[in-house]
């Protein structure tokens, strides 16, 4: 089955400490996208990425940094950890407009 | 700023009832009205989506409804069940942007 898969799927993390999430899909999707889900405040776009090489700014960018490696993996990085930053993390793909967005199971971070 | 809105935050209905969930938006260059459906630890997945020269969409059990001139989308879900018990967003986004705006979420609870 085709799908999008996040690594690690939980994760804890000190404050100040940095990480990497990954994010693969197999399906040769051009688009794909960093969400954060919190509780009341819905799933707010960290970074998108249209294609291979070029990424651009969602509503919430601060903090993070992102790199589209090739057309398969976006990975999210953290380089200084906040408490702010506690949330679930969700990577999607999208082949073109107007399709569906899809999604991977997500990766829960909590950072103390 | 929200550029969607999504009421109710939770909803309980019973077995057999009609849940119906609203969102409104303000940018009136939206013309895609995603409805997306996420079970607990797991991502969303596309349920139904709208394009707004139509002002209903049925799929099975679930209906959109939508009011151009209100600037309103609403999911209707018809003789629900326990199995649909998940948390429900709606979205929107532009002509040939790849980016989704998505409400708050709306946590369903179907009682038998």
């Known amino acids: 089955n085709a799908s999008v898969t996040q690594t690690p799927k939980f994760q804890v993390l000190k404050t100040g400490q940095s990480m990497t999430l990954q994010c693969a899909q197999d399906?040769?999707?051009?688009?794909m996208y960093w969400y954060r889900q919190d509780p009341g405040m819905g799933l707010r776009l960290i970074y998108y990425s249209a294609s291979e090489g070029t990424t651009d700014k969602g509503e919430v960018p601060n903090g993070y940094n992102v790199s589209r490696l090739n057309k398969r993996e976006f990975s999210l990085r953290l380089e200084s950890a906040a408490p702010s930053q506690t949330s679930v993390y969700f990577c999607?793909?999208?082949?073109?407009?107007?399709?569906?967005?899809?999604f991977g199971d997500g990766t829960r971070l909590s950072i103390l | 700023q929200q550029q969607v809105k999504q009421s109710p935050q939770s909803l309980i209905v019973q077995k057999g009832g009609i849940p119906i969930i609203n969102c409104a938006y303000e940018?009136?260059?939206?013309?895609?009205f995603p409805w997306y459906q996420q079970f607990p630890g797991k991502g969303p997945a596309l349920l139904i989506a709208?394009?707004?020269?139509?002002s209903e969409k049925k799929e099975g059990r679930f209906t959109i409804s939508f009011n151009k001139s209100a600037k309103q989308f609403s999911l209707h879900i018809m003789d629900s069940q326990p199995g649909d018990s998940a948390t429900y967003f709606c979205?929107?986004?532009?002509?040939?942007?790849?980016?989704?705006?998505f409400g708050t979420g709306t946590r369903l609870t179907i009682i038998p």
């Open positions: 709208i394009r707004p020269d139509v």
């Open positions: 999607a793909s999208l082949h073109l407009p107007y399709q569906p967005q899809h």
């Open positions: 940018n009136t260059a939206f013309d895609y």
């Open positions: 979205a929107a986004t532009l002509f040939g942007n790849e980016k989704l705006t």
């Open positions: 399906m040769n999707h051009n688009s």
